[in-house]
Nanobody
Framework: QMQLVESGGGLVQAGGSLRLSCAAS????????MGWYRQAPGKQREFIAA???????NYADSVKGRFTISRDNAKNTVYLQMNSLKTEDTAVYFC?????????WGQGTQVTVSS
């Protein structure tokens, strides 16, 4: 089992920045692809970004150039740096650990971007 705990969400004005953190309860090194998803009210959960243990990254088109995913394996933590935030980025953001045969989700953190 692994627990994922997100933090760093909050209220920010459009154009601002936030950094989300996801702390894993045990080592994530070389075992999991770590990612971020989000879910806005009335919408399906959508992929935002992911990073492999080797450092490869993948981003949704909607956040490319604005969001950056990173991971600190020594701290078992994944980050999502969000810049140039837009009102449409408002959502609950979830951390995800994909181990292939098994995956884990965090409880989510709310990000609200005001105009």
């Amino acid at each position: 089992q692994m627990q994922l705990v997100e933090s760093g969400g909050g209220l920010v004005q459009a154009g601002g920045s936030l950094r989300l953190s996801c702390a894993a309860s045990r080592s994530i090194f070389s075992d999991y692809v770590m990612g971020w998803y989000r879910q806005a009210p009335g919408k399906q959960r959508e992929f935002i970004a992911a990073m492999s243990s080797g450092g490869g990254t993948n981003y949704a088109d909607s956040v490319k150039g604005r969001f950056t995913i990173s991971r600190d394996n020594a701290k078992n933590t994944v980050y999502l740096q969000m810049n140039s935030l837009k009102t449409e980025d408002t959502a609950v953001y979830f951390c995800h650990a994909d181990g292939g045969l098994i995956d884990y989700w965090g409880q989510g953190t709310q990000v609200t971007v005001s105009s």
